[in-house]
């Protein structure tokens, strides 16, 4: 299921912003906040706030561990079906050119991207799947 998520300050839906949407709700922090976050850490890095990269330091100082999504279908599992699939929990959702926040399985995210074929999930330890 889809719930409409856009903390930014402005509503403004930049193309890019996905990144410091999905940190805003996975860690429970207002857009601004997310968005300082990722630019500290790119800046530290030499790198964009929206990298792969970047995104990944800032969840994993939060408690977060990544892992890639099940190969079985690579085509066909998306980002719905790993909603159904996963009740309870907060998520950050990898798809290769976007990120969203899964949370109790509702995606949160400015736009339905439930289609959209997830490749990476960041999640925390003791909400992994057993």
Same mark, same amino acid.
């Given at each position: 299921m889809?719930?409409?998520?856009n903390?930014?300050p402005?509503?403004?839906?930049?193309?890019?912003?996905?990144?410091?949407r999905?940190?805003s709700?996975?860690?429970?922090?207002?857009?601004?906040k997310?968005?300082?976050?990722?630019c500290?850490n790119?800046?530290?890095?030499? !790198?964009?706030?929206?990298? $792969?990269?970047t995104?990944?330091? #800032? /969840?994993?100082?939060?408690?977060?561990?990544?892992? +890639?999504i099940d190969?079985?279908?690579?085509?066909?599992?998306?980002?719905? !079906?790993?909603?159904?699939? $996963?009740?309870?929990?907060?998520? #950050? /959702?990898?798809?290769?050119?976007h990120?969203a926040t +899964?949370v109790?399985?509702?995606?949160?995210d400015?736009?339905?991207s439930?289609?959209?074929?997830?490749?990476?999930?960041?999640?925390?330890?003791e909400?992994?799947?057993?």
């Open positions: 889809w719930q409409e998520y903390p930014n402005i509503q403004s839906r930049i193309v890019g912003d996905c990144s410091v999905a940190i709700k996975a860690l429970d922090v207002p857009w601004e997310a968005y300082m976050m990722l500290s790119g800046f530290a890095m030499g !790198d964009l706030p929206s990298s $792969n990269a995104i990944a330091s #800032v /969840l994993r100082q939060h408690g977060f561990y990544r892992d +890639v190969n079985e279908c690579p085509d066909c599992y998306t980002i719905a !079906d790993f909603c159904k699939d $996963n009740p309870e929990g907060v998520y #950050v /959702l990898g798809t290769g050119n990120v +899964v109790d399985g509702v995606l949160y400015a736009w339905n439930e289609n959209e074929i997830p490749q990476y999930v960041f999640f925390k330890q909400e992994e799947k057993k």
